[in-house]
């Protein structure tokens, strides 16, 4: 494999949960890197250009949807495309997340098969020739 | 186990502690809304993982319990007791599931019913059942068509198996496995694979139309297929066949889908031939398929949505510009966009989902925005630097792990010692003072090291009292409500470190304690008004370190221990003498009640009385080392001390020998060494004694106990250890007495575990095996041998 792996930063409180994502991800030729709540992967995006990040809602510390807006703001302003991930299906909830900056709305758990392609279309892999 | 279930384990087991220690801290200081918050998010947390696998109940119950903690947390209502004790006990239902699913990987049968009443009363204070399920993963719905493959099944099973999915109102889920006929060659096993879906519950094997000729017959070709039916969860499943997903089918099905299939009432899904099945993998550009295209839907309505919500920040806008581009690649539409603008990227959005209407449902509504683009210098990417680490810093072992590199450390200890004999060697038989030294040398540096390593290991197996406390304040909040006393407990010196032996072997002496206390030490709310108390009694737990001790120490405001009684007690039990009736000081008196056969109790309560004593406690205490003793005040309390070594690794032993054999005895026994005369030996009714400072000690033969022959040379004093052992002190007659040495004891093992005598074994330096004296055993050898 000549072109470089996409990075992608998975952001979960829940360990379990970080593990399946990552997992799936990593298998799926992404080098990932593991956040446990926004706090974390907003440091570690500021050290890390990411191509890509996959987001839980609820977490301590700093909220998923605080974390994407952060993300997106001048401190540490970021392109990448973000997924977020959530438990819960509220009215509202994806308005949240994308109004906060993210690209994709998700409820967990998320299909595999889905995650891995929805991953590689928003990293141009797997879709561009 | 499948890792991610271990995971999920490990993290369940944390995240229990913490919303119990939550929920107790809640009704010291209720109403704490970070307390409140933590317990949500803890079980939070663990509905989120416990999502990932099938365990219905598990994630039902956890919802229940969630949305109640949601509702004290919006504030809409605060936490009673009583609620209180419907979340403990929900969480340790779920405690007593995991354990089972740590054996069995699946909840026991009785998890519906048993949850099914808590449910309802964790949901009584929010306004009842409530229909907000928690997503399960997504993908084939229940109740979805059957597919064709399903006749693969026997009949008879699929009747029963719907009959019973629709008394439970449960499903299962089925799976057909087409292996790839090349999938040898791409290093896949089926036959692991179908061997590792987990709960499994029917399996066929599909064997081809038509086997070929022998001649042609590739043996490296897969032909068959396989059915199967399985209660496991469908992430589990997924995850399990995430290599292959192109070679699966997973159907999720109840009883009533089975029976409408039995019963031909619907159609069934007609499916391509299974040995061509396309290969749909990370070849690139497949607009052609249709969940990638659904995802391209997906993410172009999800970008439309974002627009109008968030159209001002300049990284939203490229990276929506990004997520536009390769969705519209995905539909083989290429766009270029030059100026990431709301208007441009709208106006981009639009005519992409007006092109591919058609294709695929809709799955998000649009909304288009009406906002004015506002334009700003993009932002520059961040230049890629090695990233900082993220995440926790703490590392779990597997405990076994560290004592094995205990062992090790032990190992190392003995080879070590080993070169001070090779120095002896070099001066004494090769005549090099020179070499001696060097060995010499080398041996001071090699034992620095493995000091320094000894105490990191040791150091890694330390834990703080904290994990020997933790379980205090529930337990004494459920036994004081049973008892309806009114306790406040106190844990003082958590954070005091010992090694996790010393603290694993602490737990049941410390419950038998505060038990104790609760049950025998402190008085009814009553009868502490009517002596002047404050109602609520207090119960302190501490730990302090001491050199090479730690000191616990469980102390009440209860009622103390009446000498007089005690006293009175043990002489109708025979456990004294009338002598002792009246002579007995009240401080020796309250030891009394650690003599086997003492208790004080009239009556023996279901708590405290349960055939174990505070004999049993001292022996245990004794067993790790340490010693345990009470000071009590009648009126005012009671309180036991305990005090254990810091570690339990290395132990300090004595080496003696008898008929030649050398054998280490426990120094914290060991009260002192004396060479007798032989002529000073004296006889009292068939037993050897010694007169020491006017004390009469009985003499045992350690050779006779231990049946090995040897008479002692009448010329020479007695060589004589004496010891003390439950109190007592016993003369042990040896034939030489040498050095002290530290010794890591492992345990008797395997053909030798009968031999009680001794306590386990050691390395010496000069590679022989020292046996230690289980000292207790050999007075009881040597009483039987007389």
Redesign the interface.
Known sequence: MTETQPKV?VVD?????R??HS??LT?AGFEI????NGL??V??A????FDLFVV?V?M?KMNGYTCVET????T???????IMIS?E?RPGD??RA????????L????????LV??SR????????? | MN??LA??L??AADLLTQVDEGLLQLERTPGDPELVNEVF?AA??????S??FDFPELTKLTHAAEDLLDAVRAGELPLDSGMTDDLLATFDLIRGWLAYVTTEERLPSTAGADAASLIVRLRAPIGGEVVRE??????PQAGDVAPAWLAYFDEEWLAETAAWLRTTSSQMRFIRYAPDSGCFFRAEDPLHLIRQVPALDRLNVIEPVEWPEAADYDEYACLVAFVCATRAGM?EI??LF??V?DQFELVDLDGDAIQRYLSGEIEIEVEPESGTAEKQD?????STDP??LA??R??LA??L??L???PT????L???A??IT??A??FGDPVEIQEPDVVTLTATVTRLLGDTAEAVEDP?RTVVPLVAADEAP???????????Q???RILKVDQEKVDHLMELVGELNVAKNGLTFLAGAAEEEFGSRALARRIKDQYSGLHRIAEELQASVMDIRMLPLSVAFSRFPRLVRDLSRRLGKNIELVLEGEDTMADKDVIEALADPLVHLVRNSLDHGIETSDERLASGKPTTARITLTAVADGDAVIVEIADDGRGVDPARVRRKAYEKGLISEEELETLSDVDAVDLVFRPGFSTAEQISDLSGRGVGMDAVRASVEKLGGTVTMRSELGIGTSTRLRLPLSMAVTQVMVVSVAGQRFGIPVDLVVETVRVPVDEMNRVLHQDVVVLRGEVIPVLDLARALDMPWIPDDNRDRAILIANVGGQRVGLLVEQFHREVDVILKPMEGLLAYADEFSGTALLGDGLVLLVLNMKEVLGLAARVG
């Open positions: 930063l409180d829940a360990a379990t949960v593990m399946y997992t799936l298998e890197h593991e956040a446990a974390e992967a440091e570690a500021l050290g890390t250009a839980d609820n301590p993300l997106r703001s001048e540490v302003g970021t392109p990448a495309p973000v438990t299906d994806a308005d994308y109004a906060a900056g993210a690209n994709l709305y409820v967990k758990p998320v299909v595999p098969a889905r392609r929805i279309m928003l990293t141009g892999r797997g879709v561009a020739a | 890792p991610l995971q999920f490990a993290e998010r939070h947390t663990f509905k989120g993982s999502g990932l928690a997503p399960t993963l997504s993908g992430g997924q995850y995430r290599y997903v990370q070849k690139p550009s497949s969940a990638l995802d391209a997906a993410v999800a970008s949505k974002a109008a919500l968030n920040n300049t990284c939203h490229i990276s929506l990004k997520a390769y969705a690649h995905a998000v993009a932002a520059e990417r961040r230049a890629d630097d090695p990233g900082g993220v995440g926790s």
